[in-house]
């Protein structure tokens, strides 16, 4: 049974960090596409960051610069590191696995992320 458990959440000004986990678990990263998504109140889940089970990675262009995500194979968790926090990017962060590249997609619970300006 695959879990992905997230954490790292919380509440910050603009201009903060924050790291975001996520610990895998029925799955092996280095097997598997990760990625991070993230929703707003009344919008739609949309791509933050991912990065192929080859290392490739790609950043949306309002993240770009300041988010990095990454991978520790020895803990089977990936991360993403938010650097220069702005009040946009208040959502619920949700976590991403597809083993192989292939279908399911599974998901994390989500952790919220608050950016107060």
Known sequence: QVQLV?????????????????????IVLIFADMAWYRQAPGEQRELVAAMSRRGNTNYADSVKGRFTISTDNAKNTVYLQMNS????ATAVYYCNARQYGRAPDYWGQGTQVTVSS
């Open 6 to 26: 997230e954490s790292g959440g919380g509440l910050v000004q603009a201009g903060e960090s924050l790291r975001l986990s996520c610990a895998a678990s029925g």
């Open 85 to 88: 926090l702005k009040p946009e």
